[in-house]
């Protein structure tokens, strides 16, 4: 058994990098990285690199470093990598994710468009991270049979032969395949060449995707080194020295610039592109970890897509007959009566300042006055949300709201107060709840709720990612756990409370599997295993209960909800 491929050569120090190609990957909550699709980080990548220009050019100071993905792939239109901090970020259910940057040579696998990929339990293919797809294609490129992934902090043999992954400890077996995708982009940037084995730059120890991931909301980030590559720090740090927080967003996040101009400045690489199974995802069970409370969120632009008048005319009409056929009470949710309803007009001149959801100035026109009509709205129309005094567009948050649930409910953009009652997209089922006197770790003073959730395959609805599509149930019934004491009884009636305004579950791409169109979490963790916390969804931890209300506190499932 080869521990490695001979004639493996080691990351070239700093530097020149000819013939490099960058591959950005994400960081899944499993602490796996996970290389976005090649056409992604085209789109990234440039993106990446004239924001570095233009900080160069324009010296010290804030810039607008964010890029919305939606813009490379349509299916990640939800997502936002923000380049300061190095974070993915999911508008719609506020999930941050590290993401990383490497080089590697432009004659690897990398390079050449090599993708190999392990087939996961649904029977789906999933992607290995750029290191470990670089480390078997030159293994398989120099004759090698077997080769060790102990290297690279995978306790796996591959048979190169029969294409085949084992567990050295388990001996459970997996199949896995070689396919040819679209290369990664070349690059004129400096930095280390990452070849295959473990590399000794600061950003593979650190983030080498060994171990159990420990936090999944905040990551301690360093600013952008002398290089201008950001760096990611320890997975296991508990506090965010950037001041980067979870951040709840109520709202589909959505597609498409923020005004025409500037999407005829973007290149035929950046519009939408078919979607890829290796893109972002919404998350899994819990990782009991604190949350933090109380810090700062990004300004990130919320990108959403710009329907053409006539389809929006359509949409419209067609809204309101149902609306007055089927349920007059539904006129309540109307885009324009649910904005007046939470947001005064303002009468004086609007503050000199940015409005954060099309990123134009409040004196000018909205951003996406070019895209909706509105016959009570103007363009130039500021308002403030009453609660959290925020100021907006009204046309901006009419356009956020008309691409969401369009639920009666809002969420402010900047600190994400929710105004209302917000429901989310799950599919229909059932909740079973019962209780038995075994005591669960870390609790052994009272017995155990037992939460039996069931859902079915079926089709998705108009809130659904592609309505009309089937859709997957995988899992079900899906059986968590809760402490049967005072505090686990209050986190079980919202949890009800949740269930019946439909936060539980989502439709999306599962994490694990990469599967689309499936029923998933949606960021309300659970705890599925009973005897052990190894994985992180078990007991003991101490952390949960607080960190599972703060959770549902940031979907609007407060005490309150409880009150007659």
């Known amino acids: 058994m080869a521990a490695a491929p001979s004639g493996l050569s080691a990351p070239v120090p700093g530097g020149a990098s000819p013939g490099a190609v960058a591959v950005w990957e994400w960081q899944d909550e499993f602490g796996k990285w996970r290389p976005y699709q090649g056409s992604v980080c085209s789109y990234i990548e440039q993106s990446f690199q004239a924001s570095q220009q233009k900080g160069k050019r ?5 810039a607008n470093n ?25 508008q719609d259910t506020g999930t941050m994710r590290a993401v990383r940057r490497h080089l590697f040579p432009q004659d690897s696998a990398a390079g050449q468009g090599v993708i190999w990929e392990w087939q996961n339990d649904e029977g789906g293919w999933s992607p290995y991270e750029m290191n470990v797809c670089v480390f078997l294609e030159q293994a398989y490129s120099s004759g090698h049979q077997h080769v060790d992934l102990g290297p690279l902090g995978y306790n796996y043999d591959i048979n190169l032969i029969s294409q085949v992954q084992t567990n050295k400890t388990t001996l459970y077996r997996r199949s896995i395949q070689r396919r040819l995708d679209t290369p990664y982009p070349v690059t004129a940037a400096t930095g280390p060449l990452h070849t295959s084995t473990a590399c000794s730059c600061q950003q593979c120890l650190l983030n080498s995707g060994t171990g159990p991931i420990t936090t999944r909301y ?16 320890s997975r296991t740090t508990a506090v965010s020295s950037s001041g980067l927080g979870f951040v709840p967003y109520n709202k589909p996040a959505l ?43 990004p300004n990130l632009p919320v990108a959403m897509p ?26 309540s949710t109307e885009p324009e009566l649910v904005v007046s309803k939470y947001l005064e007009e303002l009468q ?20 996406y006055s070019d895209a909706y009509e509105c016959k009570t709205i103007r363009p130039e129309t500021v308002g403030r949300l009453a609660k959290c005094q925020h100021t907006f567009h009204l046309l901006c948050v009419l356009a956020m709201y008309t691409n969401g649930n369009k639920d009666g409910s809002l969420q402010c953009p900047s600190c994400k107060a929710i105004y209302g009652e917000k429901t989310g997209t799950q599919p229909k089922g059932k909740m079973e709840v019962s209780t038995f006197p ?22 998705q609805g108009p809130e659904h990612p592609n ?25 079980l009636e919202l949890l009800k409370v949740a269930w019946k305004r439909r936060l539980i579950f989502t439709v999306g791409t599962s994490s694990t599997t990469g599967e689309s169109n499936t029923v998933v979490w949606n960021e309300i963790h659970h705890k599925t295993e009973m005897d052990s916390n190894l994985s992180g969804h078990g007991y003991p931890d101490p952390n949960y209960l607080d960190n599972v209300l703060a959770e549902l506190a940031a979907q609007g499932v407060t005490e309150d909800c409880l009150r007659p």
């Not at 923020?258 to 998350?283: E, I, K, V, Y």
């Not at 968590?480 to 009884?489: F, R, S």
């Open 66 to 90: 964010s890029i919305p993905l939606g813009h490379a792939d349509a299916m990640l239109a939800p997502y936002v990598i923000d380049i300061s901090s190095l974070m993915q970020f999911r």
């Open 348 to 367: 004086d001149a609007p503050p000199d300042e940015d409005c954060i959801i099309c990123m134009e100035k409040l004196a000018s026109p909205s951003g």
């Open 467 to 491: 309505p009309g599509m089937p859709y997957t149930a995988r899992g079900f019934p899906r059986y968590c756990y809760l402490p049967d004491n005072e505090k686990g009884k209050k986190v």
């Open 218 to 233: 905040r990551h301690s980030i360093n600013l952008p080194s002398s290089s201008g590559v950001p760096q990611v720090s």
């Open 58 to 62: 324009l010296g010290p100071g804030p």
């Open 306 to 331: 710009k329907s053409s008048k006539v389809n929006q005319a359509l949409a419209g009409w067609w809204k309101s007959l149902m609306a007055t056929v089927m349920d007059p009470a539904a006129a």
């Open 438 to 459: 075994r005591s669960l770790p870390g609790h052994e003073d009272c017995g155990t709720i037992k939460i039996v959730y069931h859902i079915s395959r079926g089709i």
């Open 255 to 297: 597609s498409g610039s923020r005004s025409t101009s500037r999407l005829n400045t973007l290149g035929a690489w950046a519009l939408p592109q078919p979607a890829s199974m290796g893109g972002p995802s919404t998350g899994g069970p819990s990782t009991g970890q604190p949350i933090s409370n109380g810090v700062s969120v």
